[in-house]
């Protein structure tokens, strides 16, 4: 494979930021399609944004042939069905998250793409960041040393006119709440550092707006590694922060509070010693920054592809965002704390959508 991708974006809402991203990437990607059912969406993409093609329907997109990447941007109850049915067609597949609303699912999703021998690259954007991507480097490195602590805020405000919006804030279409739809990304960048998770204990609840859904939640980690974390998150928050905050053996890190940019600088690290300065120092002296957000996602799929590789994020990558938010469901369920891995003997596997005649 080289050279120019053919993209098909479905779903013109966040599908327009990726058509932005897309268009900074004019080597690499040919906007050839978009879909939505709303006509005035497809006319801005095409008329606008310079997409060759505006269709309807999903089926109409695949069927036209041409595209050589489908990139699912639909609310997440559509994410299963559509990245299948692509991944089935013979294209590559970007999926917004959350790449779907279980284990299951995520098992069902990952044997689909097995067999397509394409690939599917969920969507982490944050993780594409100067901050996030040097202090990753430290961290591999050995630079940071051994990690101890780390927190994680998610402080986000939602109201009335978000959730005006039929399919947020329900089960059935938004598949969560505020752990699967909005601090995942954090959480994410946090997993993508520490690496597994043992052992969690939270709670969860709706405390903001009135949805079916939960919009606050607290949980403590335990890493494999030995590490451990704190997570909270709400959507109620009067000023809006993001924050990531390490302290490792050799030095601390700690996140810009911009709350939709956690991978991006300014990011701080600062050295128990000067010895490990110098060595924080000469670790990033060779640092090149490369493009962020969905850009930086996007032109590093396009490399992994090209050189044969795994994307850069992966559906073992989604599979282990929606394994912490399995077991923060089951332990703010249970009161009890749940050990990872979860295979399909847990309860919770085929989903979490809590049954209406259990009130626990
Ligand atoms: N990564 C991020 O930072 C980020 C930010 C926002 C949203 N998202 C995710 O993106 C997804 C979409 O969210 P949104 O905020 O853009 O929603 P939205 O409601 O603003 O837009 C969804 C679009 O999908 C279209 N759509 C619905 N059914 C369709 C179908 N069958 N075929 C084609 N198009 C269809 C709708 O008409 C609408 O234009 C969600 O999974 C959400 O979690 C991710």
């Avoid at 299951?104 to 993780?127: N, T």
């Avoid at 101890?148 to 329900?170: K, L, Q």
């Avoid at 002296?285 to 992994?304: I, N, T, V």
């Avoid at 089951?330 to 596997?349: I, K």
């Amino acid at each position: 494979m080289s050279g120019r991708l053919r993209v098909g974006v479905v779903g013109l809402g966040i599908g327009f930021q990726h058509l932005s991203a897309f268009r900074k990437l004019p080597e690499l990607y040919e906007l050839a399609a978009v879909c939505d059912p709303i006509e005035a969406k497809r006319d801005l993409a095409v008329g606008l944004l310079g997409v060759e093609r505006g269709f309807e329907s999903f089926d109409e997109m695949l069927a036209s042939g041409g595209l050589d990447v489908v990139d699912v941007c639909t609310p997440p109850d559509l994410h299963r069905p559509m990245v299948t049915r692509a991944l089935e067609s013979g294209c590559h597949v970007i999926s917004e998250k959350p790449l779907s609303g279980s284990l299951a699912d995520v098992d069902a999703i990952a044997d689909c793409e097995r067999k397509s021998e394409r690939r599917l690259m969920p969507i982490f954007q944050y993780r594409f960041g100067r901050g996030i991507e040097r202090l990753r480097r430290l961290l591999e490195a050995g630079v940071a040393g051994t990690p101890y602590v780390a927190s994680v805020e998610t402080f986000w405000r939602r109201g009335a006119d978000y959730y005006a919006a039929e399919w947020r804030g329900r089960y059935a279409t938004e598949l969560g709440g505020i752990c699967i739809s909005h601090a995942i990304h954090s959480h994410d960048l946090l997993q993508s550092l520490l690496g597994p998770v043992e052992r969690v204990f939270a709670h969860v609840d709706t405390r903001v707006n009135p949805i079916e859904t939960e919009d606050c939640a607290v949980a403590t980690l335990r890493f494999r590694s030995g590490a451990l974390a704190t997570l909270t998150a709400t959507l109620g928050s009067a000023r809006e922060s993001s924050r990531l905050r390490l302290s490792c053996e050799h030095l601390s890190a700690e996140s810009s509070t911009r709350p939709y940019q956690p991978g991006s600088e300014p990011w701080t690290f600062e050295a128990m010693t000067p010895k490990d300065e110098a060595a924080i120092d000469a670790a990033l002296r060779d640092f090149e920054p490369g493009p962020e957000l969905y850009e930086g996602q996007f032109s590093a799929l396009h490399r992994a592809l090209e050189r044969g590789e795994d994307p850069p994020v992966t559906v073992a990558d989604a599979r282990a965002s929606i394994e912490l938010v399995t077991a923060i469901y089951h332990s703010s369920r249970t009161g009890e704390p749940v050990d990872l891995p979860l295979g399909a003997e847990h309860p919770l596997y085929e989903g979490w959508v809590p049954d209406a005649s259990d009130d626990t």
